[in-house]
């Protein structure tokens, strides 16, 4: 069974860094593709970064490139994502997510509050 847990976030200043992480507790996500979404209020839910579980390719969407990382610990279950230059529009809840579609869209964590201040 896969359960994706987000942690992590917090409040941070302009140009600030903070890393979320995704643990599996399933003990499957090695398996899966693995992705970020996030979603700001009253905004749709949107694609931030990928990592595809066979050749361990990634995607990113335009507005996190060289800003943000996606990698995976296959040894602790976790998926990680470095935000690096963070800035204020970059608010929102950000959801893990898995399973076998690119990005991923099948499993989903219960998200993770991100607040960038300026």
């Known amino acids: 069974q896969v359960q994706l847990v987000e942690s992590g976030g917090g409040l941070v200043q302009a140009g600030g860094s903070l890393r979320l992480s995704c643990a599996d507790s399933g003990r499957t996500s090695f398996r899966m593709n693995m992705g970020w979404f996030r979603q700001a209020p009253g905004k749709e839910r949107e694609f931030v970064a990928a990592f595809r579980s066979i050749g361990s390719s990634t995607m990113y969407a335009d507005f996190v490139k060289g800003r943000f990382t996606i990698s995976r610990d296959n040894t602790k279950n976790t998926v990680y994502l470095q935000m690096n230059s963070l800035k204020p529009e970059d608010t929102a809840v950000y959801y893990c997510?898995?399973?076998?579609?690119?990005?991923?869209?099948?499993?989903w964590g219960q998200g993770t509050q991100v607040t960038v201040s300026s």
């Open positions: 997510a898995g399973g076998p579609s690119w990005p991923p869209v099948q499993y």
